[in-house]
C-alpha cells in the first residue's frame, strides 16, 4: 500500500495531474488531493503510466463534494428589542442532501446592520461559544418552544432609538466566511415608552380621574439586563414619571383662546 499527497496548487480546471513515484509490487494507493474549489461536485478518473505511455482512464468515481468553506446562517429571528439593542436568535440552514459534504467548524459570527433613516452600516464579530452560551442562559426566559428556540443568540447593541435596520448573518471558520443569509428588517424602540389609551374614568366639578397605559412592555428590560448586565440601558429604561397636557376646549357659543395646562409627575 502506498500513501502519496499532492501539495502543488495547481488551476481549478486543471483536473489532469501526473505525479511520478516508484509503485514496485504496490497494488493500492491512496493519494490526498489539494487545491480544490469550496462547495463543487468533481470525478475523478486514474491511469496508470510506464516508461511505454498512459494505459487507459479507469471508470468515473463516484461523486466527490468538497465542503462549504462555513454553513449558511438562516435570516436572524428577532427576540426581542430594546431601546438601544436588537437581540436576534441564529441558526444555521440545512444542508438539501446531507451527503453534499459537511462543513468547518463555526468560530465566529459575523453581522452586518444597515440604518433605513441614516448612513449608518454595523459590521459586529460574535463568538460562536459565547453566542451558545447566551441562547442556554435566555432560553428558560422566554416563551418559545425547544424547536423554535434558535442554538445562538447575539445582542446587536449601540443602535439609534427609534430606527428601523436591516440586518444579515454569516458564519466564520478558519476555512472563511460563508454565505451571506436572508435578510430580517428590525426596530428599534422609543425612548421613553409612547403611552396610548388614555381613558376619563370619572368627572366632578373641578377635577377629573384619568388612566393609560404604556404602549411597550416593560418587561424587555429585565430580559436586556439578564443579556448584558454591565450595560446602562436598564437605567436608561427606568420610568421617571409622566408630562401631562390639558387642553380646554371653549364653548361651541363663545370664542377665545385656548388655555393649555401643562403638568408633571415625577418619582
Given at each position: 500500500?502506498?500513501?502519496?499527497s499532492?501539495?502543488?496548487d495547481?488551476?481549478?480546471?486543471?483536473?489532469?495531474?501526473?505525479?511520478?513515484f516508484?509503485?514496485?509490487?504496490?497494488?493500492e494507493v491512496h493519494?490526498?488531493?489539494?487545491?480544490?474549489?469550496?462547495?463543487?461536485?468533481?470525478?475523478?478518473?486514474?491511469?496508470?503510466?510506464?516508461?511505454?505511455?498512459?494505459g487507459?482512464?479507469?471508470?468515473?468515481?463516484?461523486?466527490?463534494?468538497?465542503?462549504?468553506k462555513?454553513?449558511?446562517?438562516?435570516?436572524?429571528?428577532?427576540?426581542?428589542?430594546?431601546?438601544?439593542?436588537?437581540?436576534?436568535g441564529?441558526a444555521?440552514?440545512?444542508?438539501?442532501?446531507?451527503?453534499?459534504?459537511?462543513?468547518?467548524?463555526?468560530?465566529?459570527?459575523?453581522?452586518?446592520?444597515?440604518?433605513?433613516?441614516?448612513?449608518?452600516?454595523?459590521?459586529?464579530?460574535?463568538?460562536?461559544?459565547?453566542?451558545?452560551a447566551?441562547?442556554?442562559?435566555?432560553?428558560?426566559?422566554?416563551?418559545?418552544?425547544?424547536e423554535?428556540?434558535?442554538?445562538h443568540?447575539?445582542?446587536?447593541?449601540?443602535?439609534?432609538?427609534?430606527?428601523a435596520?436591516s440586518?444579515?448573518?454569516?458564519?466564520?471558520?478558519?476555512?472563511?466566511?460563508?454565505?451571506?443569509?436572508?435578510?430580517?428588517?428590525?426596530?428599534?424602540?422609543?425612548?421613553?415608552?409612547a403611552v396610548?389609551?388614555?381613558t376619563?374614568?370619572?368627572?366632578?366639578?373641578?377635577?377629573?380621574?384619568?388612566?393609560?397605559k404604556?404602549?411597550?412592555?416593560?418587561?424587555?428590560?429585565?430580559?436586556?439586563q439578564?443579556?448584558?448586565?454591565?450595560?446602562?440601558?436598564?437605567?436608561?429604561?427606568?420610568?421617571?414619571g409622566f408630562r401631562?397636557?390639558?387642553c380646554?376646549?371653549p364653548?361651541?357659543?363663545?370664542t377665545?383662546?385656548?388655555?393649555?395646562?401643562?403638568?408633571?409627575?415625577?418619582?
Amino acid at each position: 500500500m502506498l500513501h502519496v499527497s499532492a501539495i502543488e496548487d495547481r488551476p481549478e480546471d486543471d483536473m489532469d495531474l501526473v505525479r511520478n513515484f516508484n509503485c514496485e509490487d504496490c497494488q493500492e494507493v491512496h493519494f490526498w488531493l489539494t487545491g480544490l474549489a469550496a462547495s463543487r461536485m468533481y470525478y475523478v478518473q486514474v491511469a496508470a503510466k510506464t516508461a511505454c505511455g498512459q494505459g487507459e482512464w479507469s471508470p468515473k468515481s463516484q461523486p466527490l463534494f468538497t465542503w462549504r468553506k462555513a454553513p449558511k446562517v438562516a435570516a436572524p429571528k428577532l427576540l426581542f428589542p430594546s431601546h438601544g439593542s436588537l437581540v436576534f436568535g441564529l441558526a444555521f440552514e440545512t444542508l438539501e442532501e446531507p451527503s453534499k459534504g459537511q462543513d468547518e467548524e463555526v468560530e465566529h459570527f459575523e453581522l452586518q446592520l444597515q440604518s433605513s433613516h441614516r448612513a449608518e452600516n454595523q459590521t459586529l464579530e460574535f463568538s460562536c461559544s459565547d453566542a451558545a452560551a447566551l441562547a442556554t442562559t435566555l432560553r428558560p426566559h422566554l416563551q418559545l418552544d425547544d424547536e423554535e428556540f434558535p442554538s445562538h443568540v447575539v445582542i446587536a447593541s449601540g443602535l439609534s432609538s427609534r430606527s428601523a435596520y436591516s440586518c444579515t448573518a454569516s458564519a466564520i471558520t478558519h476555512a472563511g466566511r460563508g454565505e451571506r443569509s436572508q435578510i430580517t428588517k428590525a426596530e428599534t424602540l422609543a425612548v421613553p415608552p409612547a403611552v396610548d389609551h388614555v381613558t376619563v374614568e370619572s368627572t366632578d366639578h373641578n377635577s377629573a380621574t384619568i388612566s393609560w397605559k404604556l404602549s411597550e412592555r416593560t418587561d424587555r428590560q429585565e430580559l436586556m439586563q439578564i443579556c448584558s448586565p454591565d450595560s446602562t440601558e436598564f437605567e436608561e429604561c427606568q420610568l421617571k414619571g409622566f408630562r401631562i397636557r390639558i387642553c380646554y376646549e371653549p364653548e361651541l357659543e363663545t370664542t377665545g383662546v385656548q388655555d393649555l395646562l401643562h403638568l408633571k409627575m415625577s418619582w
